[in-house]
């Protein structure tokens, strides 16, 4: 059994307990969910981020400012994507889990950029956090086998999204260049994020379409 209670067995367990049978999402809802709801919350953090940032910075601090987005990323998006997992007592579990890996990807992220301040840490950022991420959802479902699809495609997913997002920014320029930034990067990430959940519980789709 895993710290979140996320692995196959378990979750094949509380599955056959329930007494409604688990929705079970295919891979485009997965994806179609991520990107919208991950893309969602992105922007509403991103918002914040074009209406106040001035303002947090004077009342929190740089280090307060980056964790309050980092706080709203976390529960936002842990319980919106908590609806791509399968089986019941779903939300606590993941919103923790996501809570655990978004924490080190966004340490990984302020690391790399705080330490080198230039654009070369936004890139180094990016790829750790998304790697040390992809790591911590492979442990917690049991999907060390597509370890290297889940870690290819979130990398890619974000990579694109925060770069993509970062140059509407640069050219639109101001608020709406932000949030801009805010709904492409949420889309790009929400894209990988979908993707990973759906690989990371391949196992548990194959034994549950098997009762079918």
């Known amino acids: 059994m895993s710290l979140f209670g996320l692995d196959p067995e378990?979750?094949?367990?509380?599955?056959r307990a329930a007494s409604v049978p688990p929705q079970i999402p295919t891979l485009s809802r997965s994806l179609l969910f991520g990107a919208i709801g991950f893309g969602g919350v992105s922007t509403l953090v991103f918002a914040t981020v074009a209406f106040g940032e001035r303002w947090l910075y004077r009342r929190l601090g740089i280090g307060g400012t980056y964790?309050?987005?980092?706080?709203?990323?976390?529960?936002?998006a842990g319980g919106v994507l908590s609806r791509l997992v399968i089986g019941p007592a779903r939300t606590l579990r993941f919103t923790l889990l996501f809570g655990c890996a978004f924490v080190l990807y966004a340490a990984a992220w302020m690391l790399?950029?705080?330490?080198?301040?230039?654009?070369?840490?936004?890139?180094?950022?990016?790829?750790?956090?998304?790697?040390?991420?992809?790591?911590?959802?492979?442990?917690a479902?049991?999907?060390g086998d597509a370890a290297g699809k889940i870690i290819g495609v979130l990398c890619a997913g974000n990579v694109a999204?925060?770069?993509?997002?970062?140059?509407?920014?640069?050219?639109?320029?101001?608020?709406?260049?932000?949030?801009?930034?805010?709904v492409i990067y949420g889309i790009g990430f929400g894209l990988g994020l979908g993707f990973t959940l759906h690989a990371c519980q391949k196992?548990?789709?194959a034994a549950l379409n098997a009762r079918v």
């Open 161 to 182: 999204g925060y770069f993509l997002g970062r140059l509407a920014w640069t050219v639109a320029g101001g608020k709406t260049g932000m949030i801009a930034w805010g």
């Open 10 to 15: 378990t979750v094949l367990a509380r599955a």
């Open 67 to 76: 964790a309050l987005w980092t706080l709203l990323f976390l529960m936002g």
């Open 141 to 143: 479902f049991s999907a």
């Open 112 to 139: 790399a950029y705080f330490v080198l301040k230039n654009q070369a840490g936004e890139w180094l950022g990016t790829l750790a956090g998304s790697l040390l991420m992809a790591l911590v959802f492979c442990g």
């Open 203 to 205: 196992k548990v789709r």
